[in-house]
């Protein structure tokens, strides 16, 4: 009974609109000092810090019960995105801190990184797995330490766990942070897992110097004249969450080993193929895969 309690007041005030949403004082609501001692924050600190509560077990349950609802159930047209967030923090003693790459500020600083995984489609997406990024030096002998992961690591795992949970998802979506990495997507290919994983466009090269060749050179090598004469390139549109579209060009190229019959594909997306506006142009590595099925129609959406 206690734990219930004190798990529906952490959730409880993790949710509420407050402004100090991570203090035990603001979760309880009471004041910032003087309320420190309030029963209620003693009770949540102890749940917190002495109880025996496993986060893990918590999280496999509900990842338990979206699969077995029927209006949150994945189907095997969505997507399992990887991502990582990065929160800013002050001081050295938090768990997991470090100085490192945080994407929501866009530069490097002193915080903690998150690495998750979501599941997705048009209509509906909600977080499946969580791991905080541990830097090195938390480890007595630092990236040699067995306990040391990387993100890419800590990504694969979570991808593996999505499919083991029973997930069904279409393939693994990332952006260049994650696609750029030859290994993570060779680790995801050894799983059996099809991606498709933004490149950047420098990215890739085939060779040293004024040889170099990279996904933009082979977007420039494909043939286009103009809409009438498209060459290469096919007339897609892309449909926007709210409901717009847009009139984009997509074609197959081929840089080393990548290209329509190689394991790997490359595919350039972009809204003007002769210019690859920088802006709006898309450079995806992906893995064949077999086609979706077709999308469920009694299903209720939220």
């Given at each position: 009974m206690a734990q219930r309690r004190g798990f529906r007041e952490y959730l409880a005030g993790l949710l509420l609109p407050r402004d100090r949403n991570k203090t035990l004082t603001c979760l309880a609501g009471t004041e910032p000092v003087a309320g420190a001692q309030h029963a209620a924050v003693q009770r949540l600190q102890f749940f917190l810090s002495e109880s025996t509560w496993?986060?893990?077990?918590?999280?496999?349950?509900?990842?338990?019960?979206?699969?077995?609802?029927?209006?949150?159930?994945?189907h095997a047209g969505g997507v399992l995105v990887i991502d990582d967030s990065g929160d800013r923090k002050d001081g050295k003693a938090t768990a997991h801190i470090g100085r490192q790459w945080l994407g929501r500020l866009g530069k490097t600083d002193n915080g903690i990184v998150t690495v998750?995984?979501?599941?997705?489609d048009e209509n509906l997406y909600y977080p499946l797995h969580a791991v905080p990024y541990s830097p090195a030096h938390h480890f007595p002998?630092?990236?040699k330490d067995p306990g040391f992961r990387t993100k890419l690591q800590i990504a694969v795992e979570l991808a593996r766990a999505a499919k083991v949970a029973g997930t069904a998802f279409r393939a693994v979506a990332a952006d260049c942070a994650y696609?750029?990495?030859?290994?993570?997507?060779?680790?995801?290919?050894?799983?059996?897992?099809?991606?498709?994983m933004a490149l950047k466009p420098s990215h890739g090269s085939w060779a040293y110097g004024k040889d170099a060749y990279t996904p933009l050179h082979a977007?420039?090598?494909?043939?286009w004249t103009d809409p009438e004469n498209p060459g290469d390139w096919t007339q897609i549109e892309r449909t926007f969450r709210d409901g717009r579209t847009e009139t984009w060009w997509a074609a197959d190229a081929t840089l080393g080993f990548w290209g329509p019959d190689g394991n790997v594909r490359l595919v350039v997306a972009t809204t003007d193929p002769a210019t690859l506006p920088s802006q709006s142009t898309w450079y995806l590595a992906t893995c064949p895969a077999p086609a979706a099925p077709a999308r469920p129609t009694s299903r209720t959406r939220r």
């Open positions: 496993d986060h893990e077990q918590v999280n496999a349950r509900r990842v338990e019960l979206l699969l077995a609802d029927p209006t949150t159930a994945p998750t995984t979501c599941w997705a002998t630092g990236k696609g750029d990495q030859d290994g993570f997507r060779r680790e995801l290919y050894a799983a059996g897992l099809p991606f498709v977007a420039r090598a494909l043939t």
